[in-house]
């Protein structure tokens, strides 16, 4: 029996993984990504390419994609927490424009899927977050397209609250998803 629980978002081609965590009194374990366990529950992409950032409370990065060489990517939480986010850019997909948003911790271990096709930002709710992703293609800067994270059409509820978002120069400045269309 595999080491992962994966739940089918609303959006096709997104999951949320809930690995199984075996812990004790000297901490725990859990296999974070194993190819057969995948491949049997349809995602048989292979993956590239590991990122891992580190940001303070309120920083929002996204929302991001590549152009010619678009990413899938399993991302998780290491420290902290984020409320991450994908957004469905793929031409002719019945959910183009929808989007889906998760909660995800050190301390509930979810990992989202996110495919080919999508816009992905997240933002920081703890004091400080370790995110890490895996991606089925590298990263390539000149390939860089993005959106808007507060988009007045896409119109992603982020929890954000009292918080002050803090955004790099690059995101200030996307394009809205009308311009993107």
């Known amino acids: 029996m595999g080491q992962f ?3 089918k978002q609303d959006i096709d081609g997104l999951y949320v993984i809930e690995p199984k965590c075996f812990g004790d009194n000297r901490g725990y374990f859990m296999e974070t990504y194993n190819y057969e366990d995948f491949n049997n ?3 048989s992409q292979v993956f590239v390419q590991d990122n891992q950032s580190s940001s303070g409370k309120g920083v929002l990065r996204g929302l991001h994609f590549q152009i010619k060489h678009p990413q899938g990517k399993l991302v998780r939480v290491l420290k902290g927490e984020v409320y991450d986010v ?23 271990k979810r990992q989202f899927y996110i ?3 999508f816009a992905h930002g997240f933002l920081v709710l703890s ?23 507060n ?14 978002i803090i955004l790099s120069e690059k995101d200030k400045r996307q394009q809205t998803f009308s311009e993107f269309k």
Not at 95 to 105: A, M, Q
Not at 127 to 149: M, N, R, S
């Open 127 to 149: 004091e400080e977050a370790e995110f890490t992703y895996k991606c089925t293609d590298f990263y390539h800067p000149e390939d860089e397209g993005g959106i808007i994270w």
């Open 115 to 117: 495919p080919e096709g």
């Open 41 to 43: 529950a349809g995602l």
């Open 151 to 164: 988009d007045k059409d896409l119109k992603i509820d982020w929890p954000i609250k009292d918080m002050e």
């Open 5 to 7: 629980n994966f739940i």
């Open 86 to 108: 994908a957004v469905d850019i793929r031409p002719g997909s019945k959910t183009f424009g929808k989007w889906h948003g998760e909660y995800l911790s050190a301390e509930n």
